[in-house]
């Protein structure tokens, strides 16, 4: 019972892990004070992030009073209401020519959805809107958002051109998206101060139609790569920020180390994402309810991600075999089962275990060289808490605040309010009024060269 004590109550501190000397971030003109032009990201987020300063505290809903019941109030607690975004969703086509340009890009199509103001006046014209412009055989979309025509488009972003203003694209976590009020907090939070936001969706989710067979995995970073390309040649003068919870956060990390020092996003924000898929597989299964409500909630996502796109799926019968599928489902008891029988194999691996090593952030952490906020909680019921302090205090562009309370993906305040939306908003608020985004930071060479076993494991 002991150890339990520490990750009970509403009281939670937050520990800020950072390497000794942290990258020097390039300031504004008008930022730069006492004759330097220059901060440490540390320093930064001390002077204007204090949220999540070494021993900084915030106070939680006094019942949600450990990481399972954080973590249980979201999805049972009516926020349908809550966070009242409206979206225009897009749809990016991918053809071969595109697939290209990309080393696993798979052809098709993803959807985006961009935060807008609801050009409709009434609940009335917005669904007439939405029937005219939702395209034929598709699903129905979720409350709020609706197809935007290619004129529509066409204004949106000449609208989004007349300012500096940055671009946040956010990924969400395991099948998630608009539907999920943590993604609609974020988005608001942003929106307010005049933020351009969107959400990309992985393939298959959120209401998205498959057309080829082809779904997600957390290596698949080539949609997240296509759009960012496409954005920073529409707006090269906005810097482009990152935002990924849970899995997103996975897809954002190991984007960002495979862009290593070619990356053009300005900074990246990570929020319960596990850096360890192995051991966050462990962690779920070693406890009750990780086994007995997690994982079953898991996998009811996971097995409707496959029903809902059978039609597609099935073009590749030796994977994708409906009467198979409806049979092998009711054997699967944890994320590993499905993973070793779908994911695992689309994404190129034998197993889920072999899938799982070579897509976790931490194989590839120090080829990340843009800076990072890690948000994660001690007492999150859902990955590993084995967080990867050690790598985090080696490399120089990562900021790691681990709360003592929060859950996963939740951290409700004593309010009711999403802790972090205001901390990812004032953390890209803050780069954006005062670090320069035309200027790479100074690492002073940071580098890590893998010497040895290359002909083992080639990571570097």
């Not at 412009?133 to 699903?139: A, C, I």
């Not at 990309?200 to 290596?219: I, M």
């Not at 906005?238 to 990356?263: D, W």
Request: overall charge neutral.
């Amino acid at each position: 019972m002991a150890s339990l004590l520490p990750n009970w109550g509403f009281h939670s501190t937050v520990h800020a892990t950072y390497a000794p000397r942290q990258v020097d971030l390039p300031l504004k003109g008008a930022a730069s004070q006492d004759g330097t032009a220059k901060i440490s990201l540390s320093k930064f987020v001390k002077n204007f992030v204090p949220a999540i300063a070494d021993n900084s505290k915030f106070t939680l809903k006094p019942y949600l009073f450990n990481g399972v019941l954080q973590t249980l109030y979201v999805p049972y607690h009516d926020l349908s209401k809550e966070y009242a975004v409206y979206y225009a969703r897009d749809i990016v086509d991918v053809t071969e020519e595109d697939a290209k340009q990309f080393k696993n890009m798979p052809t098709g199509q993803f959807t985006v959805d961009y935060v807008v103001e609801p050009k409709e006046k009434t609940p009335e014209e917005f669904k007439k809107r939405y029937a005219e412009t939702l395209p034929e055989g598709y699903p129905r979309l979720h409350p709020r958002c609706r197809y935007y025509t290619k004129e529509e488009m066409a204004e949106l972003y000449k609208a989004w051109d007349s300012d500096d203003k940055p671009i946040i694209i956010i990924s969400p976590g395991l099948a998630g998206g608009i539907n999920e009020p943590q993604i609609r907090a974020v988005c608001e939070a942003l929106f307010k101060k005049g933020f351009k936001i969107l959400v990309l969706n992985s393939r298959g989710c959120c209401r998205s139609k498959t057309v080829t067979p082809h779904l997600f995995s957390g290596l698949h970073t080539d949609d997240m790569r296509m759009l960012i390309r496409f954005l920073h040649r529409k707006f090269p003068q906005k810097q482009i920020h990152l935002a990924g919870f849970s899995f997103g956060g996975v897809i954002i990390a190991n984007y960002l180390a495979q862009e290593a020092e070619n990356s053009i996003v300005s900074s990246a924000i990570s929020v319960s994402s596990p850096w360890n898929l192995l051991n966050s597989c462990g962690a779920l299964n070693s406890t009750w309810v990780g086994r007995h409500v997690f994982q079953p909630s898991i996998l009811f996502f996971l097995n409707n991600l496959i029903k809902n796109n059978m039609a597609t799926l099935k073009q590749v019968p030796e994977l994708f075999d409906e009467e198979e599928f409806h049979r092998i489902k009711k054997t699967f008891k944890t994320t590993e089962d499905f993973d070793n029988r779908y994911t695992a194999i689309l994404a190129g691996f034998p197993s889920g275990a072999t899938y799982y090593m070579a897509s976790s952030p931490l194989m590839r952490i120090f080829k990340i060289k843009t800076p990072m906020l890690i948000i994660n909680s001690k007492d999150d019921p859902i990955i590993s808490t084995d967080y990867p302090y050690h790598e985090v205090e080696k490399n120089p562009y990562l900021y790691m605040a681990t709360s003592d309370l929060g859950g996963h993906y939740s951290f409700v305040d004593s309010k009711g309010k999403f802790w972090y939306a205001d901390v990812v908003r004032d953390f890209v608020d803050a780069f954006y009024k005062n670090i320069d985004g035309d200027k790479r930071p100074d690492d002073f060479g940071f580098n890590v060269h893998q010497r040895y076993f290359k002909d083992t494991i080639d990571l570097y």
